[in-house]
């Protein structure tokens, strides 16, 4: 889509702060590669090196930076919120093409399912006997649901996702390829040499506005349900496991693993390959750094590093003391030479 | 289903010990959370505080524990074995409701393929030649079945799991969606600036009662068989390499990596996150514990932690010691001024 | 195939240097469990002790292994390369069955769809609209093509693999079962309590010759696209960020994590487990060792190793000194009370 750049800052509540206000935009890119007819943002201090240089013919800046090093002919496009504003624009000038909905014949759909208005329903998808799917939700191909699952309004589910019965799902919830809802959890009583298998006869809730990438697992509950709490944005190749208990406005990254029985308050981040032994609490708006095993309960407000897990801090002192160890060693070594140099006097 | 506490105690093994034998039990839950109605279970000492404010209406116990705080009305149900006879209550009272069986007519099913007796094949599965299916076997909607396959009796595959050519699979083996079977191991030869494929006309074998969760994957040998022994249970985003060997009854946690050509023995436990280098044996009944690294063989019988793995007390006897060396390097510091004082003298 | 092993010989770049030139091999089998009419393969200073004892008919070697200690019927082919000699044997004797090329019936193709010559589509596998694949591609059963995705000549995509819309696909490209190709990267911006998500309106190239193991997730660009290079091989579940620049003849074994915008030279190798943070790059022939996380940028031909990554030696040379810190402490008892005996003198 082109737009001037009139145009795109009444759109993406910014003003134009200098510059031909009539010039074409048609789509956006980073300070670095942006070219000609094209908007960029500057959103960091990092960045400001790159504007005096930028080929952008606009550019969304917050009242924080100075514009003095920006080049003539770039259109200042000044606004509160510069990585807002500029996510506004990227929606509008690269709009998704729009689906257009049907529900296919070579679908799958059993007796007693209930379907929504404005629904798609694409090619080799199948539903389970009583299932409902809300209005305006998409299914696209190759989706396996099965019964008494219950999915919501302005949902999308990307071809290959798989639902296990008696899922629940809410409203505005995106689920990427090759996600599984609510296979069973990984639990066996260990009984003359046999593993006994735990039925899992529990559910997953997911509620409203959450987001799960590509290839990632949610277990059923056991007994009870696993549940995912709204806002919630989750990555690829995630491991959830039975019994969880995620709270609103979660970060969770790709590759975490979560085992059972866990509880993550309301905006804990759980960085990349982080993970969770089973019955952690996680108090809320911790942030769980990348790769960090948590053995533990750890409280609100931390920041958690290592395995185990320790405050921050304390983690990254210990790696410096480590990095001086075989130093340390050595001066050990002249220090016991010293001593006993004087005791044998 | 609807049970009296007498009924669901002779089908779990145990026995009225105390309270209202023709009281109805609808469903179970655990002790914190189950509700009238519903029965529990006391299996750990870790949960005995929960037992006088339980408000289930019965719980399984063993007389190695104490009832004296068991409130009025609870009915006690006496069993050698609470946890089996808990997990019997669950299968009891919460049924799986019956699979329809049926072969879709939206299956693809290729010419010379076998299929056994009382079989289901949901919509959009297809087998491809030569392939047969035991008696009894589920096969959930979106499987796909290569060539010359043989699956055996009683088994259930979810949907989206895909089997390659040349899988051989036993009975009463269970594998969850997207988990895929016997794709080609990862082996490349450098030459003339290029990475030459090693072929992988192997297969993989899996014996009876394996269970493997959703979005594992286990590739097939480049020359004989990846080998999963009768028994072994595998978790979800498993990564088992080629032509690895894992003995009978092993238990592999969510997430773990087991390089190709790895032993493991019967009754070894990979816990979460823990992976092993390629070539590597681990002796039967060896535990290796949760994110550890195993880069060279362990004998049987062991507990392994850290990267690279370690005798479990080793490792963390050095995290201990690490913990405290900052405080070392100051305590070292004050020694070493002291030195220096009586070297001055 | 049956082939004298004067024939294999001609078609492996080896010649007979001793043994009965007509002699029938069938299959090909490492030196271990070769057995008779197989051909086998010395290709390391490791495996010469098996060289007496092995069962097999015929053995590729070069001419820097002794021969004196080789079985007296067994044939040994010289060659300059005998791992490249052996590879070709496994695929001239166990050649994989041809398939037999057909666009199913049972497929979902749309309008505006350009299919090539000699093309496999399976059943249930969809291909959106203002698609292309190139002449001699295969792709399996509930194999998921977004619209306007381009895939070129020889390449083959296995069941369940899943390209979103807007790829783009070289040639002679292989993708195994479950893997997903431009799902949308993991970004949000937070706002007024809730995670506003960064549109993804880039795409996924990947260039020629690559090969994609099974469950694996490359994310598309947030604006522009993900890159991976001609000639890299990629394992199973492995994810790679929104923005990555992988270059050629890399090496990402399994379950490799890689975060947004990273950027990896030519010949790079990734071992099993490793990670990047976001916007790291790794200079070209690096290698990352397995289970290493990786926070910052990587010179060309380090090898590295430990969270944070270190170079090799100084990470190792830091773990024996960990190694050694117990008794240090011990040590270090031992000088504190000696020095205090001298101080009260």
């Not at 509160?80 to 624009?89: C, R, T, V």
């Not at 000038?93 to 799958?108: F, G, R």
């Not at 309004?153 to 996600?179: A, E, F, M």
């Amino acid at each position: 889509m082109t737009l001037t750049v009139k145009e795109l800052a009444q759109r993406c509540n910014a003003k134009v702060l200098v510059g031909n206000e009539s010039l074409k935009i048609v789509s956006a890119a980073d300070i670095m590669s942006a070219a000609e007819n094209q908007v960029t943002v500057l959103s960091s201090k990092k960045y400001t090196k790159f504007l005096k240089e930028t080929k952008a013919s606009a550019c969304f800046i917050s009242s924080q930076f100075s514009t003095d090093d920006a080049p003539n002919d770039l259109v200042l496009l000044l606004c509160d919120d510069p990585e807002i504003s500029f996510l506004q624009a990227v929606n509008v000038l690269h709009p998704t093409p729009k689906l257009t909905k049907s529900i296919s014949k070579q679908a799958a759909i059993a007796e007693n399912v209930s379907l929504g208005n404005d629904i798609h329903l694409g090619a080799f998808s199948s539903i389970e006997e009583y299932s409902s799917i809300g209005d305006g939700t998409e299914i696209f191909a190759s989706v396996s649901i099965g019964r008494h699952v219950t999915i919501g309004k302005n949902c999308r589910l990307y071809p290959n996702v798989v639902i296990y019965d008696n899922t629940q799902i809410g409203n505005n919830v995106t689920i990427h390829s090759g996600t599984i809802i609510a296979a069973d959890g990984f639990g066996y009583k260990y009984r003359n040499n046999e593993h006994v298998k735990v039925p899992h006869v529990g559910n997953v809730k997911i509620a409203d506005n959450v987001e799960i990438g590509a290839n990632s697992c949610i277990d059923r509950g056991a007994l009870g349900a696993s549940i995912i709490g709204a806002g919630t944005k989750i990555d690829n190749l995630v491991q959830l496991g039975h019994n969880i208990n995620v709270g609103r406005n979660v970060i969770i990254c790709g590759q975490v693993g979560i085992s059972g029985s866990c509880t993550l308050g309301d905006g804990v981040v759980l960085a990349g390959g982080s993970a969770l032994a089973d019955h952690v609490t996680i108090g809320r708006q911790t942030v769980v750094m990348a790769r960090t095993g948590v053995a533990s309960d750890v409280e609100a407000c931390q920041t958690v590093f290592g395995s185990p897990a320790k405050d921050k801090k304390v983690a990254w002192r210990e790696l410096a003391a480590l990095s001086k160890l075989p130093e340390l060693f050595k001066r050990f070594k002249n220090l016991q030479n010293r001593l006993k140099k004087i005791e044998d006097k």
